[in-house]
């Protein structure tokens, strides 16, 4: 079964920078799974932030940026504001049509 | 501007089906690089990919609910289904659909609509 971690929960002061970090049990992650990053708010439907690993959507500030750390995708924070705390979430593609959600960060900023 | 908007029942009883449609405006189905998603989210966890449909029929399920689902999708009527079978109380949760970019070198959920809750109680 395919699996992809998260961190549970991490915390950032305004202004700070944190990065998120999305792996797979089953070996390193590169850009061939096309990592996306979605953000979601309490009640509210996930929006994207994310997609092909760098590529930010329609909107998204400059300061989330997407990468590949060593054997994870990441999403980096970089000057955290109040309006950032949020659930996470990436989700892989692992072919044959399927993707997988990882499990979620929440981050606090605080 | 797309739009998806998901409607159905939102109690069901266990071992009962649930089915749910998602309705798209301001976009067309019969595109070839678009499938047709749906993903759940049960009260204080995560988010799960249950599956996605194409305009021509094609689909793909999560392994874990596969022997329970089926995704539809009918362009002559601007919605696709989602039914899930022999439901249980685990399968409460806010059903989203969403629309899934597929340009071979780029696989996203770009749109999403804003979900509804189903609850499985008797």
């Known amino acids: 079964q395919t699996v992809v971690t998260q961190e549970p929960s991490l915390s950032v002061s305004p202004g700070g920078t944190v990065t998120l970090t999305c792996g797979l049990n089953s070996g390193s992650v590169s850009t061939i799974y096309y990592p996306s990053w979605y953000q979601q708010t309490p009640g509210q439907a996930p929006r994207t932030l994310i997609y092909?690993?760098?590529t930010r959507s329609s909107g998204v500030p400059d300061r989330f940026s997407g990468s590949i750390l060593g054997n994870k995708a990441a999403l980096t924070i970089t000057g955290a504001q109040a309006d950032d705390e949020s659930d996470y979430y990436c989700v892989l593609y692992i072919g044959r049509g399927i993707s997988v959600f990882g499990t979620g960060t929440k981050v606090t900023v605080l | 501007q797309l739009q998806l908007q998901e409607s159905g029942p939102g109690l069901v009883k266990p071992s009962e089906t649930l089915s749910l449609t998602c309705t798209l405006s301001g976009g067309s189905f019969s595109s070839h690089s678009y499938y047709w998603g749906w993903i759940r989210q049960p009260p204080g966890k995560g988010l799960e990919w249950i599956g996605t449909?194409?305009?021509?029929?094609?689909?793909f399920y999560n392994p874990s609910l596969k022997s329970r689902v089926t995704i539809s999708v009918d362009t002559s009527k601007n919605h696709f289904s989602l039914k899930l079978s022999s439901v249980t109380a685990a399968d409460t949760a806010v059903y989203y659909c969403a629309r899934l970019i597929d340009l071979g070198f780029t696989y996203y959920f770009d749109y999403w609509g804003q979900g509804t809750l189903v609850t499985v109680s008797s």
């Open positions: 449909g194409y305009y021509t029929g094609s689909t």
């Open positions: 092909s690993t760098t």
